[in-house]
């Protein structure tokens, strides 16, 4: 959620010069051929196969995976698009490629593992009596991923493109959410950092098994990830650069991909303006922004931590607009601005005014996140629509563009659940206990490893070169724990009872 503005309030690729102005059609780009897979060979291996010789030129499996949708505008999407690290044959005809990405990413463990990762309260508790159920990081990424796709589709994207990039864009995150993302972070200092986005390209084409080539140093078999498409890797990332590498600002933490990972970045890069993220990862960034804003006002009032009411006090509005200011907008937007949005969206007619539990006032709070969610769509839709016109958009034919004022609106409801939700004093000592137990595992299984690692990472553990890739090891496998997973091994090899 890191997006930066451009000309006139738009919203853009992270890393996108403002002044840039896209060209409306799609240019078409040559079928590339992959770059050799580093390390490996280019060949088809699941376990145990045997090696090939790598095919010459563009798979031919690209042609049947993505037929010509019966549309009066060409696709957006090129063979090259289409391709994938390691070439497979297609097990049922008639599928598209991006269909199979979608399908890898929804059956893959790392989604899964999602239920049981910090959203913004951790799974497993309640506030009120009245408390319905809190997000987790999966149903935030399942509802994250229909808006994305209806999205996406309305506005000529490849909808499981889109909903592909959507379940797989919070993969990475590691237990306690960005608190433990901060504290493995912390950790990982010296081995080049960590961050949820580039730990999700690592689990898409490295650490979730599904499909393995042939090392030729060694002949032994070498995981490839999912081994999606490269426009599914592309459209799932939304920091495209190293660590320190943000175009407009080199000393951001965000990033998308680790050192050691650059090889397949590269390839699923290949072509792409520097630091430009794709139409599809435009696409997903803005229904995650949509998706968790709201939903975290939602959640906020079922807890009840949000007091609608706080929002006419001009004291409370004042702490808001301060919370926004430097973290959902620009430091120097004007607060006026700000407040002049909360007010266009508390005017409306759905807006809760209050929120009591019960089966009305559910209904009614479902009602207005409903509104919010087609607002900012249908602006985001229309603004686009306005500038590039009723062509099929996608890959860097164009850029999402999101009206500034509709900007404004989302932050403030993000501003709100931050004021309520997360500064909340309870939460203070929560966060201070996760990053706890996050470093005291970290500093265990830096003295105890392969003690304590899944059968997965001993193995990765004890075949690293060096010291800092068994570090990196480590910081793989507490970044693939839930909450509940990474306190049962702290206190195993801590003896601890946090």
């Given at each position: 959620?890191?997006?930066?503005?451009?000309?006139?309030?738009?919203?853009?690729?992270?890393?996108?010069?403002?002044?840039?102005?896209?060209?409306?059609?799609?240019?078409?780009?040559?079928?590339?051929?992959?770059?050799?897979?580093?390390?490996?060979?280019?060949?088809?291996?699941?376990?145990?196969?045997?090696?090939?010789?790598?095919?010459?030129?563009?798979?031919?499996?690209?042609?049947?995976?993505?037929?010509?949708?019966?549309?009066?505008?060409?696709?957006?999407?090129?063979?090259?698009?289409?391709?994938?690290?390691?070439?497979?044959?297609?097990?049922?005809?008639?599928?598209?490629?991006?269909?199979?990405?979608?399908?890898?990413?929804?059956?893959?463990?790392?989604?899964?593992?999602?239920?049981?990762?910090?959203?913004?309260?951790?799974?497993?508790?309640?506030?009120?009596?009245?408390?319905?159920?809190?997000?987790?990081?999966?149903?935030?990424?399942?509802?994250?991923?229909?808006?994305?796709?209806?999205?996406?589709?309305?506005?000529?994207?490849?909808?499981?493109?889109?909903?592909?990039?959507?379940?797989?864009?919070?993969?990475?995150?590691?237990?306690?959410?960005?608190?433990?993302?901060?504290?493995?972070?912390?950790?990982?200092?010296?081995?080049?950092?960590?961050?949820?986005?580039?730990?999700?390209?690592?689990?898409?084409?490295?650490?979730?098994?599904?499909?393995?080539?042939?090392?030729?140093?060694?002949?032994?078999?070498?995981?490839?990830?999912?081994?999606?498409?490269?426009?599914?890797?592309?459209?799932?990332?939304?920091?495209?650069?190293?660590?320190?590498?943000?175009?407009?600002?080199?000393?951001?933490?965000?990033?998308?991909?680790?050192?050691?990972?650059?090889?397949?970045?590269?390839?699923?890069?290949?072509?792409?303006?520097?630091?430009?993220?794709?139409?599809?990862?435009?696409?997903?960034?803005?229904s995650d922004d949509v998706a968790y804003s709201v939903h975290d006002f939602e959640d906020g009032l079922h807890a009840g931590h949000i007091d609608p009411g706080c929002l006419s006090v001009e004291a409370e509005r004042q702490e808001i607009c301060s919370v926004a200011l430097g973290r959902y907008v620009p430091a120097d937007t004007d607060p006026a601005e700000l407040s002049e949005a909360l007010d266009r969206l508390t005017a409306e007619e759905w807006w809760p005014h209050?929120?009591?539990?019960?089966?009305?006032?559910?209904?009614?709070?479902?009602?207005?996140?409903?509104?919010?969610?087609?607002?900012?769509?249908?602006?985001?839709?229309?603004?686009?629509?306005?500038?590039?016109?009723?062509?099929?958009?996608?890959?860097?034919?164009?850029?999402?563009?999101?009206?500034?004022?509709?900007?404004?609106?989302?932050?403030?409801?993000?501003?709100?659940?931050?004021?309520?939700?997360?500064?909340?004093?309870?939460?203070?000592a929560i966060r201070a206990d996760q990053r706890i137990v996050i470093a005291e595992l970290a500093a265990a299984l830096t003295t105890r490893a392969p003690e304590g690692l899944e059968p997965q990472f001993r193995a990765l553990f004890l075949a690293a070169d060096d010291d800092r890739a068994r570090k990196r090891v480590l910081v793989d496998q507490i970044a693939a724990l839930t909450d509940a997973a990474a306190r049962s091994l702290h206190r195993r090899l801590t003896s601890?009872?946090?």
């Amino acid at each position: 959620m890191d997006g930066t503005q451009g000309a006139h309030g738009a919203h853009r690729a992270p890393g996108t010069p403002a002044d840039r102005t896209p060209t409306a059609g799609a240019v078409p780009r040559s079928p590339a051929t992959p770059h050799a897979p580093a390390g490996a060979q280019n060949a088809s291996a699941q376990t145990g196969a045997q090696s090939a010789p790598a095919p010459a030129g563009p798979r031919p499996q690209t042609a049947a995976a993505l037929p010509q949708p019966p549309h009066p505008q060409a696709t957006p999407y090129t063979y090259a698009d289409t391709e994938r690290w390691d070439a497979e044959p297609d097990k049922r005809p008639g599928r598209t490629a991006f269909q199979r990405d979608r399908a890898r990413v929804l059956h893959s463990a790392a989604l899964r593992r999602l239920a049981g990762k910090t959203q913004v309260v951790t799974p497993g508790t309640r506030g009120l009596s009245w408390d319905a159920s809190p997000r987790t990081r999966l149903t935030h990424s399942l509802e994250c991923a229909q808006v994305g796709r209806e999205l996406g589709a309305v506005l000529g994207c490849d909808p499981d493109l889109v909903e592909a990039a959507c379940l797989s864009h919070d993969m990475g995150h590691p237990p306690f959410g960005h608190n433990g993302e901060q504290a493995l972070n912390d950790f990982a200092s010296d081995c080049g950092g960590f961050e949820g986005n580039a730990q999700s390209l690592r689990l898409l084409t490295r650490l979730e098994p599904k499909r393995f080539v042939r090392d030729p140093r060694t002949g032994e078999p070498t995981s490839v990830g999912l081994n999606l498409t490269r426009a599914a890797l592309d459209a799932a990332t939304k920091y495209p650069w190293p660590r320190g590498g943000r175009p407009d600002d080199p000393a951001s933490p965000k990033f998308g991909v680790y050192e050691d990972d650059v090889p397949v970045f590269e390839w699923a890069r290949r072509d792409a303006p520097a630091g430009r993220t794709c139409f599809e990862a435009q696409v997903m960034d803005w229904s995650d922004d949509v998706a968790y804003s709201v939903h975290d006002f939602e959640d906020g009032l079922h807890a009840g931590h949000i007091d609608p009411g706080c929002l006419s006090v001009e004291a409370e509005r004042q702490e808001i607009c301060s919370v926004a200011l430097g973290r959902y907008v620009p430091a120097d937007t004007d607060p006026a601005e700000l407040s002049e949005a909360l007010d266009r969206l508390t005017a409306e007619e759905w807006w809760p005014h209050g929120y009591d539990g019960s089966a009305v006032s559910q209904a009614r709070l479902k009602d207005a996140t409903s509104q919010l969610i087609g607002r900012f769509c249908q602006a985001a839709e229309s603004a686009t629509r306005d500038l590039y016109g009723p062509g099929r958009l996608g890959r860097y034919a164009a850029e999402l563009v999101v009206p500034r004022a509709v900007q404004h609106e989302c932050a403030m409801l993000k501003a709100v659940a931050d004021r309520y939700v997360m500064q909340r004093a309870e939460q203070e000592a929560i966060r201070a206990d996760q990053r706890i137990v996050i470093a005291e595992l970290a500093a265990a299984l830096t003295t105890r490893a392969p003690e304590g690692l899944e059968p997965q990472f001993r193995a990765l553990f004890l075949a690293a070169d060096d010291d800092r890739a068994r570090k990196r090891v480590l910081v793989d496998q507490i970044a693939a724990l839930t909450d509940a997973a990474a306190r049962s091994l702290h206190r195993r090899l801590t003896s601890t009872p946090h």
